[in-house]
């Protein structure tokens, strides 16, 4: 584990690893690092898989990659907030998160659910590398900053204001996910930012800024992308 944390902490940034220290739970580090860092964490992790893989197989019974890598982000988490890394704590953590998730899936009308993937193949379907598209992300104020959010997983009355963005498609990528007896596919594009505007553009987080490369999870922007 030490060669995968010491790779994940040379790369990433003081912000960064803020952003980390500050989720509630592994669900928003998934989403952190698929929004923000999602090369940065394939690297390290790729760099110690072969030192680890046979250990989580063997020793805890950790067979999928994502679960895997699922472990070590938290894993990072708690080295990085000083608490105990403690690896039946953390199983034990993601099991529980997991099993919260399903109740929640199973209480949702699976046809909302549905129209959201939906949108999200659509929009990746529509776009090919090197396209330009135009995105409209939410933002919120975050102590002096304006962070972008996405739409599906926030409550729309939060959100006052929007960022504009024109950007570059340079890749496009697909996973598949197992959720509440339910397979589907998570959708990403992965953009560089050539223009983003805002009427306080100087308070927004600078991820967002001209020439950044950004990854946006489809199925969570969950609206349809102009051209």
Same mark, same amino acid.
């Given at each position: 584990?030490? %060669? ?9 940034? @003081? ?7 500050? &989720?509630? =739970?592994? $669900? &928003? ?27 989580? %197989? =063997?020793?805890?019974?950790? *067979? ?48 909302? %659910?549905?129209?959201?993937? =939906? @949108?999200?193949?659509?929009?990746? *379907? ?13 933002? #919120? ?11 599906? $997983? ?5 959100? @006052? ?47 967002? #800024?001209? =020439? ?9 922007? $969950? ?5």
């Amino acid at each position: 584990m030490d %060669i995968f944390f010491q790779k994940l902490d040379n790369t990433l940034s @003081t912000i960064e690893k803020e952003k980390i220290r500050e &989720c509630p =739970d592994v $669900g &928003c580090l998934i989403v952190l690092v698929q929004s923000n860092m999602r090369e940065k964490f394939s690297d390290a992790y790729e760099a110690a898989a072969s030192h680890i893989d046979q250990f989580f %197989i =063997d020793s805890l019974k950790i *067979d999928s990659v994502y679960d895997r890598q699922r472990f070590m982000l938290l894993a990072y988490q708690k080295k990085i907030t000083g608490k105990k890394l403690d690896l039946v704590e953390i199983k034990s953590e993601i099991a529980q998160f997991d099993k919260l998730q399903d109740s929640i899936y199973a209480e949702e009308d699976w046809a909302v %659910i549905r129209t959201q993937i =939906d @949108t999200a193949k659509l929009n990746f *379907d529509r776009f090919q590398t090197n396209d330009t598209l135009f995105l409209e992300l939410p933002l #919120r104020t975050k102590g002096t900053k304006k962070v972008a959010a996405y739409f599906n $997983g926030y409550n729309k009355n939060n959100f @006052t204001d929007t960022l504009f963005v024109k950007a570059i498609l340079i890749k496009k990528t697909k996973e598949k996910t197992e959720q509440s007896n339910h397979t589907y596919y998570e959708y990403f594009f992965s953009v560089k930012i050539l223009i983003a505007s805002n009427t306080n553009i100087n308070l927004v987080d600078n991820l967002y #800024r001209s =020439d950044s490369i950004i990854t946006i999870p489809l199925n969570a922007y $969950g609206r349809f992308i102009k051209k």
